[in-house]
């Protein structure tokens, strides 16, 4: 199964911006899909964007205009370019990937990274 790892969270104040990236690792898989997700506390977990392979992307609504998802086909590792910080942004974010190997479909998380925006 594909191996994720992000980075890039932090403290930020409203207004401000980070760049969150998703790295992947594993051998004989092809990434599908690959999309960033977050939870705040008591809440569920939501998606907040995701883009393909053949590079479409889709955002909640909540974050259309300030977020933009990329990946890097290449590298296979997604990045997540926050502007425009609000404090709902806080939450921790994770990563996900839709990955192929042969005839079997895989889902993989990252262990999350704490975006906090301060007021």
């Known amino acids: 199964q594909v191996q994720l790892v992000e980075s890039g969270g932090g403290l930020v104040q409203a207004g401000g911006s980070l760049r969150l990236s998703c790295a992947t690792s594993?051998?004989?898989?092809?990434?599908?899909?690959m999309g960033w997700y977050r939870q705040a506390p008591g809440k569920q977990r939501e998606s907040v964007a995701i883009i393909t392979s053949g590079g479409s992307p889709n955002y909640a609504d909540s974050v259309k205009g300030r977020f933009t998802i990329s990946m890097d086909n290449a590298k296979n590792t997604a990045y997540l370019q926050m502007n425009s910080l609000k404090p709902e942004d806080t939450a921790v974010y994770y990563c996900n990937a839709v990955s192929r190997r042969g005839m079997m479909t895989y889902y993989s998380w990252g262990q999350g990274t704490q975006v906090t925006v301060s007021s």
């Open positions: 594993g051998s004989g898989f092809s990434i599908d899909a």
